[in-house]
């Protein structure tokens, strides 16, 4: 049997639907990334931070979260978070009472994500590959905390499109080492030692548990430049 005699024809009557439904919704992710680009174009410099919508605030690390978040916020940064609850909740909050735009990146989902109340700029998307791409678009260092498969998911990503060199360089930091340090041994015992990733690759995170060395190790980064893209990164940014 040919490949073509295995894959069924379309009937006449639903073709014509599909494909104009599919036309509609290419326009409707167009629509969402000139919305969200034209309202955060101007949010810089910005610190994304990711982490589980499943902490309560009295969780330590929701406290923590905040923390960071208000330093971040004090010292000029304005704080981009996933717009839901838990650890979302506790970057737009302490950004919210700083000094710099607390901002929420919400999706729509029909379970978990709700918006929280901290949020100077609220923008909602239905698709993640819009959302991740503003994540990126507007960041100038990522700041994980612990969370699940959307912050793994996150978390790789950047890692992902910093070491094939799609994206610049930021600092990735991740928060509370006792929480990472089973995954990064993992890293280094599978990954590495496979050859499945480079040793060098792993120098692309650095673990930090102080809210004080979060924003430290940021500008150490960008001490001898600006927070802005360098020109061949304004580049590499638009391909991204």
Not at 59 to 83: K, M, Q
Not at 109 to 118: G, K, R, T, W
Not at 191 to 212: F, T, W
């Amino acid at each position: 049997m040919s490949v073509k005699e295995k894959i069924p024809p379309a009937t006449a009557t639903t073709e014509p639907e599909f494909n104009g439904r599919e036309s509609w919704r290419i326009l409707g992710i167009m629509a969402e990334f000139v919305e969200a680009a034209e309202r955060l174009n101007l949010i810089r410099p910005a610190v994304s931070i990711f982490g589980s919508a499943r902490v309560e605030p009295d969780h330590p690390y929701y406290a923590l979260t905040e923390r960071i978040a208000r330093l971040l916020s004090d010292a000029g940064f304005a704080v981009i978070s996933g717009g839901g609850p838990g650890i979302m909740e506790a970057a737009n909050k302490g950004a919210f009472f700083g000094k710099s735009p607390s901002v929420g990146l919400n999706i729509q989902l029909p379970l978990e994500q709700h918006a929280n109340a901290y949020q100077d700029i609220s923008q909602s998307f239905k698709h993640f590959f819009a959302r991740k791409f503003m994540f990126v678009k507007c960041a100038s260092a990522y700041v994980v905390m612990p969370g699940g498969l959307g912050t793994l998911d996150e978390l790789l990503e950047a890692m992902t499109l910093v070491q094939t060199r799609k994206s610049r360089k930021i600092p990735i930091i991740l928060v509370h080492d006792a929480f990472w340090r089973g995954l990064l041994d993992w890293f280094r015992d599978r990954l590495v030692s496979e050859r499945m990733i480079s040793p060098e690759d792993l120098d692309l995170i650095q673990v930090i548990d102080e809210p004080e060395g979060v924003v430290e190790a940021i500008f150490k980064h960008y001490e001898t430049r600006g927070f802005m893209p360098l020109p061949e990164e304004h580049e590499i940014m638009l391909n991204l």
